[in-house]
């Protein structure tokens, strides 16, 4: 079983930057894809970015160059540095494991933390 804890959230202003990090137990961190979701008020939950096991990356599209997913295996920790924020970008964000990319970025993964609120004053 495996545990992940987000940290790092908090309230930033417009144009601000931010950086989550998630950090896992439980299970061999190296061996899971990544990912980081977020929901906002009164939406679904969507991808934000994911990393695989090999460090391969996937954003949305609406995040490129502002958001950047990394991994350190070594410290079983996945961060999310996210720059030039947004109003837009107030949600809750999760952190998110699977043993497959491809089962991760549909938000069918095995394993959430509990979420960390980011809030955006304009």
């Known amino acids: 079983q495996v545990q992940l804890v987000e940290s790092g959230g908090g309230l930033v202003q417009h144009g601000g930057s931010l950086r989550l990090s998630c950090a896992a137990s439980g299970g061999t961190f190296s061996n899971y894809a990544m990912g980081w979701f977020r929901q906002g008020s009164g939406k679904q939950r969507d991808l934000v970015a994911a990393i695989a096991s090999g460090g391969t990356t996937i954003y949305v599209d609406s995040m490129k160059g502002r958001f950047t997913i990394s991994r350190d295996d070594a410290k079983n920790t996945v961060y999310l540095q996210m720059n030039s924020l947004e109003p837009e970008d107030t949600a809750v964000y999760y952190c998110?494991?699977?043993?497959?990319?491809?089962?991760?970025?549909?938000?069918?993964?095995?394993?959430w933390g509990q979420g960390t609120q980011v809030t955006v004053s304009s």
């Open positions: 998110a494991a699977d043993r497959t990319l491809h089962t991760l970025v549909q938000g069918a993964n095995d394993y």
